[in-house]
């Protein structure tokens, strides 16, 4: 059976076609369109253009995976619905023009999902940083033990404090930290992960910019590593650069230049709070454990 799964995010609008083979997830098809529906969010209210674009992009997408063979579509979204006053309206329009059913999911959903998508056994945890929250979960043998949802994504905090220089960077992770102590006092105060994983979009442009690809590739940086010192010096460095510098550079997409310090400044401040000196990086995230939950309820 092949299934599909658009997740409606914040900064971009994702697809996943997979299939289950054997005891894992497989995935067939992956597609991003980055509409940045954050962005629209106005005096607490996405914009008719915001959603005129993003509705788009859904029922392009929900077409994509019926010509792919998916035999069910499954959509949810999150951070800039479940804060948006016409979010409901917004879900309307999309179900409307995409012909599927749209889920509004919590942020302690969401971190659960991200970590049944890229946890693979032992205790471990997860940090998924999206354009309008970041996730935090720490789990052990696919179980979650304590979850948080923190309003401090990478679109967010751009539009809030602009990075323009070091002194900015620093300035978005001290803040990014202080939320953290302030709101994750119970993931703090669980026993230390043996090992963290990272997902979102900030991660897997860091790996392509490491690794020095066009985009992220998954054989070329599908689980490695990244230390606390990379992140640091490429938040500095990229925090330096004029916005056109930054869009020259291998591996970070244009359209990300502008708030991928911001994304690295939540990243650092993360690892400084949770003392974790390197983290595994990974492109499987909410969409795979959403589909990952739909195939163990099938099977």
Not at 120 to 132: A, H, N, S
Not at 188 to 217: E, H, N, S, Y
Not at 269 to 292: P, Y
């Amino acid at each position: 059976m092949r299934l599909a799964c658009i997740g409606i995010g914040s900064n971009a609008i994702r697809l996943l076609i997979a299939q289950w083979e054997g005891d894992k997830l497989c995935a067939v098809r992956r597609e991003r369109r980055g509409t940045r529906l954050f962005a629209g969010l106005v005096n607490g209210a996405l914009t008719e253009e915001s959603i005129r674009s993003s509705v788009q992009a859904i029922a392009e997408l929900a077409t994509l995976a019926r010509q792919a063979g998916a035999q069910e579509i499954f959509v949810f979204a999150t951070s800039a619905v479940r804060d948006a006053s016409n979010g409901e309206a917004f879900v309307r329009c999309a179900q409307a023009a995409s012909g599927t059913r749209i889920e509004v999911i919590t942020g302690e959903q969401e971190a659960v999902l991200s970590y049944i998508g890229a946890s693979e056994g032992g205790r471990c945890g997860v940090v998924d940083i999206g354009g309008g929250s970041t996730e935090f979960t720490i789990g052990e043998d696919g179980r979650t033990l304590e979850v948080v949802s923190l309003q401090m994504g990478a679109v967010r905090m751009s539009a809030q404090t602009p990075i323009h220089s070091a002194a900015d960077y620093a300035a978005t992770a001290e803040r990014c930290m202080h939320i953290i102590r302030r709101n994750a006092q119970r993931l703090l105060a669980c026993p230390k992960a043996a090992r963290w994983v990272g997902v979102g979009g900030t991660m897997t442009t860091l790996g392509a910019m490491q690794r020095g690809v066009p985009l992220f590739l998954p054989e070329v940086c599908e689980g490695m590593r990244v230390s606390r010192d990379d992140v640091c010096a490429w938040g500095r460095r990229l925090a330096r650069l004029p916005l056109e510098d930054r869009r020259r550079i291998v591996g970070l997409m244009p359209q990300r230049a502008d708030i991928i310090p911001s994304g690295l400044a939540i990243l650092e401040a993360a690892m400084r709070v949770f003392d974790i000196e390197a983290m595994t990086l990974s492109a499987h995230g909410n969409m795979d454990g959403f589909l990952k939950k739909k195939f163990a309820e099938m099977y």
